[in-house]
């Protein structure tokens, strides 16, 4: 499975930026939040199809070294590398995109043209920084490039187009335009044109009129490809109304947004799962921490306080319960930097290991089905390794008998499905042993 490095990218482009980006371009932050989520399967798309542009691969080779990345609005939205390297992924359709985005989202020409160039920074950035963490040389990244051109389908948010973007005719084969109406178009319409040309020619053409086996097999042949072509178009009507329903209730705050999906700063299941929950004391031996009711702190405290854990004959016994963290996020594509507010869970199981220095635990780190799995398993064990050697910079080294990356092999939720949905098998978690 290939690696979407949509996801790679996310991580750059969350609440905080998006916040500074309105600031200063004068915007409201729903705008930008619309705009950067039409803007980033577009740029994607357009690197995808010059994965073997030099001046893309040399783009993206220097990225890492650059610190782009650390500079988005004001180092991106100015800087020569990436206005050259946009007039060679769009040429003269750049005016067209900014305008298109700048409409869609509301914002100004000059806020769209500033976001342009920042998510392509973002996205150059992001895909330099997984290359040389993997080692990747020019042909590595040519490859990965190459392989979003089957990934990218259905990202562009409702309500844009290919058509509306006027990106050109090379787009056409990524199938990512979010209603598929060209796509079913052009599968269907070969088909219909082959065989409006064989009956009508059977009254005219002398050689058709006497191979009745040939005119025959038409006149069934017809209303089947008919009645296909009915039912494929009834098939994805309403799949689009169940993927439409599931993004808007995917939104926690209420309000329906068709750019969830591609914004979410975080790669784990705690931010979908946790955004409607309310801090409260959970009392610890006396000690008030800051947790969910019924959050990990919560059941971990219950199960210790219980003797449950005395009780436990030996690690059989235990393997099968993990406790989710509720807060602990890494940034997209990351092992080493968590998101804000991730410290405050871990101190939290370090409070609870002091306060029971009998227990162990070990640490389990896992991902979803997108990406390669010999990457997602790496990944979700360098992740699951940094939450140890954290806990034994805190002092409870000892407590932790193991950390384990299992990459997708537990996750449940398909590959193709949303962003949102996927977020649930995208979590690091902690079980008790013995």
Not at 261 to 273: F, G, L, R
Not at 330 to 340: I, V
Not at 344 to 354: M, P, S, W
Not at 403 to 420: I, M, N, P, W
Request: with cysteine; proline share 2%; net charge negative.
């Amino acid at each position: 499975m290939s690696l979407n490095v949509i996801d790679l990218i996310k991580g750059q482009l969350g609440p905080a930026l998006i916040s500074q980006a309105a600031s200063q371009f004068g915007e409201s932050e729903s705008g930008i939040s619309k705009a950067i989520g039409g803007l980033l399967p577009a740029v994607v798309g357009g690197l995808a199809n010059n994965s073997d542009n030099p001046g893309v691969l040399d783009a993206i080779t220097n990225a890492s070294s650059s610190g782009i990345l650390g500079n988005l609005i004001g180092g991106a939205s100015s800087s020569p590398v990436i206005s050259n390297l946009l007039t060679s992924i769009f040429g003269d359709k750049i005016g067209g995109i900014v305008n298109a985005i700048a409409t869609y989202a509301g914002i100004s020409n000059n806020s769209s043209s500033s976001l342009l160039n920042l998510v392509t920074g973002a996205t150059v950035g992001s895909i330099g920084k997984y290359a040389a963490d993997n080692n990747l040389d020019k042909s590595g990244i040519s490859n990965l490039l190459g392989e979003q051109k089957g990934i990218i389908s259905s990202l562009l948010p409702a309500g844009l187009s290919l058509a509306s973007l006027n990106i050109g005719d090379w787009a056409k084969g990524y199938k990512f335009d979010n209603d598929n109406d060209a796509i079913r178009t052009a599968a269907s319409e070969e088909p219909k044109i082959e065989v409006t040309r064989s009956t009508t020619s059977e009254g005219t053409n002398p050689d058709r009129n006497n191979n009745e086996g040939g005119g025959s097999i038409w006149k069934w042949l017809l209303p089947l490809l008919l009645l296909i072509a009915a039912a494929y178009f009834i098939w994805k009507q309403c799949e689009k109304k169940e993927t439409t329903t599931t993004t808007t209730v995917a939104d926690s705050t209420g309000s329906a947004t068709d750019t969830a999906a591609v914004i979410t700063p975080t790669d784990t299941s705690a931010t979908t799962a946790t955004t409607t929950r309310t801090d409260e004391n959970i009392d610890l031996n006396g000690v008030m921490l800051k947790g969910y009711k019924g959050g990990m702190e919560d059941q971990m405290i219950t199960f210790l306080k219980s003797d449950s854990y005395k009780n436990a004959a030996d690690d059989a016994a235990l393997k099968d319960k993990w406790y989710d963290f509720d807060h602990v996020n890494f940034k997209m594509g990351s092992s080493t930097e968590l998101e804000a507010g991730s410290q405050g869970q871990l101190d939290n199981l370090v409070a609870i290991l002091k306060a029971f220095p009998d227990a162990k635990i070990k640490i389990g780190g896992y991902t979803d089905k997108v990406g390669n799995e010999a990457a997602n398993v790496k990944l979700s064990q360098s992740r699951a390794d940094f939450i140890k050697n954290a806990l034994a910079k805190a002092g409870v080294g000892a407590q932790v008998l193991g950390a384990e990356g299992y990459g997708s092999k537990f996750a449940t939720v398909d590959a193709k499905a949303s962003d949102a949905e996927r977020a649930a098998d995208r979590k690091m978690s902690v079980r008790f042993a013995k």
